[in-house]
């Protein structure tokens, strides 16, 4: 009888720990992403793709809840309260307004951002080499002089540039800055054109006509999301746009000289596994940069505007 008993209880101790076995705590990891266009859907799938590669799957050891406020704060704010009453394990926030909201909310979670330009500006970090709080991440800095100078380059007759961008967005208004001291390097006249919401955006390009030579679009989220219509109109009367990344030149731009928002989400990735796996503190891990740029044009744009791209920008 004893040994029927032991038996029994060896049974019962082995079936536990099976069921503990299945029953592994999965890692959870909350997405806010603000909006949906093609910078910031590259953004995250670099961001789940450079997950996988090291091991951390979707349904499998991870769960992943993404969401989407649709380029509404409000939704932001309801969003970044669902992932931290969820107790996530890690969030990703996708953009300013996204990182802004859920930052707020947590002073505990790790946060890592992506598609924010200036982190130390956004009052996310208290330094962008040292932020010293719970967030940390990737900046989307683009080289807004060089797409300035390849603005030169590409209508060398342009005299007036008009910088379009939401002005309600902060890392927009720091772009601006940089683009309107670069025009100011390379001779050219500027005048802001600025929009408070995606309504304002037919209109304020539509005024424009006539009275500029160029449009700089920075890597706004407003103006990305509503490109179409930018493209629509500047187009229409031969208006060219330089453009902060290559999904608004998709989208109708002439042009522009980039970072790769895929890449930029694999960068991503590689810290959240650094503190996922390896315990690192957000706290204690600088803002991370893509070195790498990469010229991109609309080819049946450039040909709607008669303009010739030069060989050596097409390798």
């Known amino acids: 009888m ?4 032991f038996v029994a209880a060896a049974m019962a101790v082995l079936s536990l720990f099976s069921s503990c076995q299945k029953k592994e705590k999965k890692i ?19 961001f789940i793709d450079g997950l996988k590669a090291a091991g951390f799957v979707d349904g499998k050891n991870v ?4 969401q989407n406020a649709q380029g509404e704060q409000a939704n932001c ?21 996204a990182a802004q909201a859920v930052a707020n909310m947590t002073s505990e979670i790790p946060i890592l951002v992506s598609s924010v330009t200036d982190p130390k500006t956004a ?9 010293n709080t719970n967030v940390s991440g990737t900046s989307d800095l683009t080289p807004c002089a060089a797409q300035i100078s390849l603005l030169k380059r590409l209508v060398p007759s342009a005299k007036k540039v008009a910088i379009l961008f939401c002005s309600s967005e902060e890392n927009s ?58 493209a629509l109109v500047a187009n229409a009367n031969k208006i060219p746009v330089i453009c902060g990344e290559e ?20 960068q991503t990735a590689n810290m959240a596994v650094e503190i996922l796996a390896n315990g690192k503190n957000p706290a204690d891990m600088p803002i ?28």
């Open 77 to 97: 704010v309801t969003i970044a309260q669902k992932l931290v009453n969820d107790r996530s394990d890690l969030i990703f926030a996708i953009a300013t307004p």
């Open 247 to 266: 999904g608004m030149v998709q989208g109708g731009g002439l042009a522009t000289y980039g970072i790769n928002y895929y890449e930029l989400g694999l």
């Open 28 to 46: 959870k990891i909350g997405v806010i992403q603000l909006v949906e266009h093609p910078a910031l859907d590259k953004n995250y799938q670099g």
């Open 173 to 230: 208004r720091f772009q601006a800055n940089l683009a309107e001291a670069a025009c100011k390097n390379e001779g050219l006249n500027f005048v802001e054109a600025t929009v408070s919401n995606t309504n304002e955006v037919q209109q304020v390009v539509q005024s424009l006509v006539g009275k500029v030579d160029a449009i700089y679009a920075p890597t706004d989220n407003m103006i990305a999301s509503s490109f179409a219509t930018v």
């Open 123 to 131: 009052q996310l970090v208290e330094s962008n080499e040292k932020p």
């Open 288 to 315: 991370q940069y893509l070195e790498k740029c990469d010229f991109a044009y609309n080819k049946d744009v450039a040909a709607e505007l008669g303009i010739t791209i030069p060989a050596d920008l097409i390798k």
């Open 2 to 5: 004893k040994k029927i008993a």
């Open 63 to 66: 769960v992943i809840d993404y």
